[in-house]
Every structure is written in C-alpha cells, then in structure tokens.
C-alpha cells in the first residue's frame, strides 16, 4: 500500500539546514493499521506530510498504490491525494459555515461527482459514524468527539485506500478519545489500511505494529505485527468502505 | 456554468456573507472608483465619439492659405475657414464625389399659428449636396436640388423641432414659412438627427444643437442674411455679418466627400494645383499650403474634447487605480485570513487551480455588486455634470456603450485585484494544517 525507501527531508533556510527525515525507509501493507512514535521534533508529522502528498520529500523512493509519486504535479498529486488517502488531523479542521452534511461533501467536491452521488457518499459515512441525526448542525454546535467523528466520515466519504491519522485523540478528553478510538479500529477491522501518529503509547499500542521515529529515522519497528481480533478472518469482500 | 463553478460560487457567496462589514467595504472600495471612473470615461467617449459612423471615414475638411506674405512662416498651418471665392471655386469645380459650402446664421421665423410669437431661429446656410454628404435623415420630402442653389431658390428644409413648433407637425411640405420677412417654400423636414460634436460648424459651438433651418447659401447671399462664427480677414478685409464676396476674408466652412484613398491623394493634388494656380494669378501670396483632414482627424486638430475633461479622465483613473489596490489590500487579508481552510481544502484534494478559481469567482462577486453600485453612482455622477453650465453637459448620458463598459471595467477590475491574493492564496501550503498542530 505504501513503500517510503531511504527518504530524506530537508528544510533549508539562508542560514540552517534542518534534517526532518533522513533515510527513512517503511513498508504499510494493505489492511494495516501503524502506529508511528517519537518525540515531538523527531519527524513524524514530517512522514505523515510526505505520506499524505502534502509536501514533496528531497531524496528517496515514495511508492503509494504501487505509482511512485516523485515528479508529480500539483495537480496529479492533488488527484492522488483526494482518490486514496483519507486525513484526521488532531484539530479537527472542520470548516466552521459548513453544517455536518457539507463538511463531508468537501473532498467530494474535488472529484467532479454529481450532486447525487456525492450525497448519497456523505449520508453513507455519516451513518458509519453514527451522526446521520446531526446533518445539519454546525461544527460549533458538537462536541470534540463528534466534531473528529464527521472528519473521519469526512475522510471516509470517499472511499480512500490509507487512512492517515495525526494524533486523533489528542484534542478529546478520555471518554470521546476512547470512542474515537474504538471507531479507528472497527474502520480497520473492516479493512482500511491506517498509519496513525501518536506520542500515547497506550493510543500506539493498539495498533498492530509500531514505527519509532527519532532524529528523522525508524528507530524501531516491532517485528510481530499484532492482529485485532477478526481481522484474520477478514477477507475482501469484507471491506464494506465506499470506493471511488 | 459548471457544478465546480456553481460550487465555488455558493462557497464565495458564503464567504461574502460571513464578514458582511469587510465585504461592503470592497464593493464601496470599486464602486467609487468605478462610479467615478465611468462618469468621467462617459463623458469622454461622448465628447470624442465619431459623430458620424459608418459614414465619417470619407469625410474630409480641405484647407488652404490665401493670406498675403505678410507674418508668413513655413509650415504654418493654413486657414480654418474659406473665402467666398475660393469656397465657390473649389464647389465648383467638382473634383470630390460631393461637396458642399456652408455657413452659420440666425434667422427669425414668423408662425401662422395662432399664440406662436416670432422667434430667432439657428440656420445654417449650404449647398444642395450637405444633405446626400452627411446622411441628413429625412421625416418629409428631400433637400433641394443643385437647381435650386443655382436659381437661388427661395426653398427651406426645417427641423423636426421646428416643424412642431411652428406648423403643430406633420407632414409640412409644400407650406410657406416666413424668414426673415420673407417666404419660404418648405421642401423637406428631417428626421432624427442630432450629430455630435456639431462637426460641419464648430465655429458656433462644438457641441451646439444642429439648427432648425437649413437654406441654399446662394439664397442667403442673395437675400443679405446675417451670418453667424468668426470672420477673419487680412490686408485690406472689412469683415463685419455680411463680408463681400471679394473681401480678403474667411467666413465659410467646405466640406468633401472622396470615397477612395486614390481620390483623397488626386484631392489633395488637387488642392495644392489649385493654390499654386492662385498665386500664379496673383491671388495667393504664400506658397501652397493645404490640409486635407479625415472628419475625426478635424475633431482632433480642433481639440474639440476640452483639456479639463481629459485631465479628469486621467485623474479618474488614477483614483480607480488606488481604489484597486486597496481592493487588493482587502481581498490579500481576507483570503490568507483564511489560510486554515484553504490549507484543509487542499490537504482533502484540492488542487491550486481549484483553490484559484475559487478565490477568483469570490473577487468576480465582489466586481460584480461593485459593477452594479458603480452604475448608479456614474448614473448619479453623469447627473452632477448635467447640472453644470458647460455646452456639452446635456450630452453627458450613459450609453449601452459604456453601460457594458462599467460591467466590463468592474468585473476586469475586481478579477485584477483578486488574482494576486487569489494566487497568493493557493500557495498557501497543504502542510500547513499538519504542521500548525
């Protein structure tokens, strides 16, 4: 699903040159869910940038789905983005004069779908993450665990192939964290492949494998990937999440 | 328009109603530059419009110089007007297509009509051919004939005005009108026909009313009737209303029409033939000296759009121009105030064209409500210079011209001013919303 071998970020200023990631190699297979660790500085949200084609990586191999991204254009790597991968960012980052309904339909807006259909994907996501009662309301009508619930029907909606989440729970209080979480892992269980970066190693623990990142390199990747329940027994046709 | 377009003008709609005082201060921004802009572009484009279109490019104003050697400088330009003698030689030579000599006057008109005081009226004094020449719409009969100068006919072709005013109008063809004490036959009453500038005279005014009577010159001689406009004389000239047809003096304005490049290069030949002739004769002094203008290069050798008019064009502009890029100044804070969506939108997949064409749609709305307040504020400006007392106010109307111009200019304006916060915009990082965490 994604293969990162020897990239390396640099972020070069006048004066300084900083080394986000430097030869970072990693492998995620389809239906995986990592975790991915280290102390703040170290360079995880620099992976989960060049993973979600948000930023472009200076050296190195980036394969997503099998197409290597290196030399696409913003367009191409726009396209990209939309089609296959899905973002939960720890704010949220709803937009605050869209309702629920619409907050959902955004990605889909970039896909040059009709209206039906981008209505019938968002209710479909909404349902899945059991706000299908709140349509209309406003992000500053919900709470903080509602309000991450529509980004992940957000990034749902569009039937994307990885699932990248940064710090999910890390705006939430324990209880709407546990029932984000606990949303996370059925998503998974039903067959998304996710890579979440996290600083909770109770959070990274859950996952089935972990990546620690220090000083921009995996530092450790346990060699045991650990299953959730049923998840074995999955197979394909399980994967009941809408494709594009 | 497209569903991404129909989008992303519900999201700029959205956006201009989320901060209603910052969006009214846009649209008051361009709307003030528009309004005050167009007023003054107004009146430009109607005091140098071609007064004549479609017909105006065959037009043209022969000039020479029949003054003595005295104060001569070469290259002077030659006279404005022509004399008498020269006027009726160069009619009757007939070397243009058409021709036609003229002059201004005033006469006062006598009415049947019960309750009608006599009144002064404008004339103008020409030949037959004025009317074929310049495209003179008829409401009623036709201008007189060649025939008619020559016998110095006592014929009239009067205004619509006129022909209200003194017979209660329709068709008065045929009617006598009394001029000056004396009877006129009535042959023709125009149409609709308000040329300007007032291009064949612009020596009564450049923007002045076309007259209600027209006469055949040769009659006006023969009857002594005032003439109107400037008469200049050298040597021994007498001037006065009336000059003599001998007098050193010019008086009369001469008009051809040459349908061909061909015949405007043999015209101008022409021209410097018939002044070397001249002063072979002993009649002209100078060397040949001629001019042969198109109608609007007249217009523009005569400076007939006043300097203040210009200059408050260009100062009208420039006050656009800062009104543009306070525009900027509005539309570059609220745009990457809203950096964070924008940052969201392109981490969801939207690309920077996407993200653009959004924010230039948004600019578009804002030139558009600009478009429409700045439309009645040069509506309301053109009505501030119709209150002034100079001769061309009353012309000061908008145009379907200028009205698409004032959509044009705010729409062009607003996209201008849009395209750099626009496009700063879209460079806002997609990362951004990651890494501000």
């Known amino acids: ?29 389809e239906g995986e869910f990592v975790a991915v660790t280290g102390p703040s500085g170290s360079g995880k949200t620099t992976f989960l940038t060049i993973a979600g084609l948000l930023e472009d990586f200076t050296r190195g191999e980036y394969l997503l789905d099998h197409v290597n991204v290196h030399g696409m254009n913003d367009n191409q790597r726009s396209r990209l983005r939309n089609e296959k991968i ?51 309301h406003y992000p500053a009508e919900l709470s903080g665990g509602q309000q991450q619930r529509v980004a992940i029907a957000r990034a749902l909606a569009g039937g994307p192939r990885l699932l990248l989440a940064d710090e999910p729970t890390g705006n939430l209080d324990t209880a709407m964290a546990r029932g ?65 | 328009m497209s569903s991404q377009n129909a989008y992303y003008l519900q999201l700029a709609l959205r956006a201009l109603q989320r901060n209603p005082v910052l969006t009214t201060l846009m649209v008051l921004a361009l709307a003030v530059g528009i309004g005050t802009c167009m007023t003054t572009l107004t009146v430009l484009h109607v005091l140098s419009g071609d007064p004549l279109p479609g017909r105006s490019s065959d037009l043209y104003y022969p000039q020479i110089d029949p003054r003595d050697a005295l104060s001569y400088r070469p290259g002077e330009e030659p006279m404005g007007q022509v004399t008498w003698t020269d006027g009726m030689n160069l009619l009757e030579a007939h070397r243009a297509d058409r021709q036609a000599l003229m002059t201004g006057g005033s006469v006062a008109v006598q009415s049947t009509r019960n309750g009608v005081d006599p009144f002064f009226e404008d004339a103008l004094y020409t030949t037959a ?99 109107n406009g400037p008469v200049d004389c050298w040597g021994n000239g007498g001037g006065g209303p009336r000059p003599a047809h001998t007098a050193p003096c010019v008086w009369l304005q001469f008009w051809v029409q040459l349908d061909s490049p061909a015949q405007v290069a043999a015209y101008r030949q022409f021209l410097v033939n018939y002044s070397a002739q001249q002063k ?25 759009v006043p300097d203040d008019v210009r200059m408050q064009a260009w100062l009208a502009l420039g006050f656009l121009l800062v009104c543009l890029v306070n525009t900027v100044g509005l539309l570059l804070a609220k745009f990457l105030r809203r950096s964070g969506e924008i940052g969201v939108r392109r981490a969801l997949g939207a690309s920077r064209r996407a993200i653009f064409m959004q924010l230039l749609i948004e600019s578009g709305l804002v030139g558009l409500a600009g478009g429409v307040l700045g439309l009645l504020l040069t509506l309301l400006g053109l009505w501030a210079v119709r209150q002034q007392p100079s001769d061309y106010a009353k012309l000061a109307h908008l145009d379907p011209t200028m009205l698409l111009a004032t959509f044009g200019l ?16 879209c460079l806002i990082p997609p990362a951004l919303q990651l890494k501000a965490q």
């Open chain 1, 86 to 136: 899905g973002f939960v960012f720890q704010a949220f980052n709803l937009i605050p004069d869209l309702n629920v309904l619409d907050n959902v339909e955004v990605p889909l807006h970039y896909r040059h779908m009709s209206g039906g259909e981008r209505r019938k994907r968002a209710l479909a996501a909404l349902e899945r993450v059991g706000l299908s009662a709140r349509l209309k």
């Open chain 1, 1 to 29: 699903m994604l293969e990162m071998r020897e990239v390396s970020k640099v972020y070069r200023t006048e004066t300084v040159e900083t080394h986000a990631l430097r030869g970072f190699s990693l492998k995620v297979d």
């Open chain 2, 410 to 425: 705010a729409l062009a304006g607003s996209l201008l001013a849009g395209a750099l916060p626009a496009w700063r915009a």
């Open chain 2, 129 to 227: 051919e004025f009317f074929p020449m310049f495209g003179v719409p008829f409401r009623y009969g036709h201008a007189w004939g060649a025939a008619d100068d020559s016998s110095r006919a006592r014929v009239a072709v009067i205004s619509d005005a006129l022909n209200r005013r003194v017979f209660g109008g329709g068709d008065s063809v045929g009617k006598v009108l009394r001029l000056n004490g004396a009877a006129f036959r009535v042959v023709g009453v125009l149409g609709d026909w308000h040329p300007s500038p007032h291009f064949y005279d612009m020596y009564v005014g450049s923007y002045a009313e076309p007259e209600g009577v027209y006469l055949p010159l040769s009659t006006s001689q023969d009857i002594k009737m005032d003439h």
């Open chain 2, 280 to 304: 072979s004769l002993g009649r002209f002094q100078r060397p040949p000296n001629v001019r042969l203008r198109s109608l609007m290069q007249w217009l523009s050798y005569n400076q007939v």
């Open chain 1, 180 to 244: 984000v979480m606990e949303l996370i892992e059925e998503i998974h269980r039903e067959g998304a492949t996710i890579i979440m970066v996290t600083h909770d190693p109770e959070l990274a623990a859950r996952a089935q494998r972990n990546v620690h990142i220090v000083d921009g390199m995996a530092t450790g990747v346990s060699e045991e990937p650990r299953f959730h329940p049923g998840l074995r027994e999955r197979t394909a046709g399980d994967v009941s999440l809408p494709r594009s």
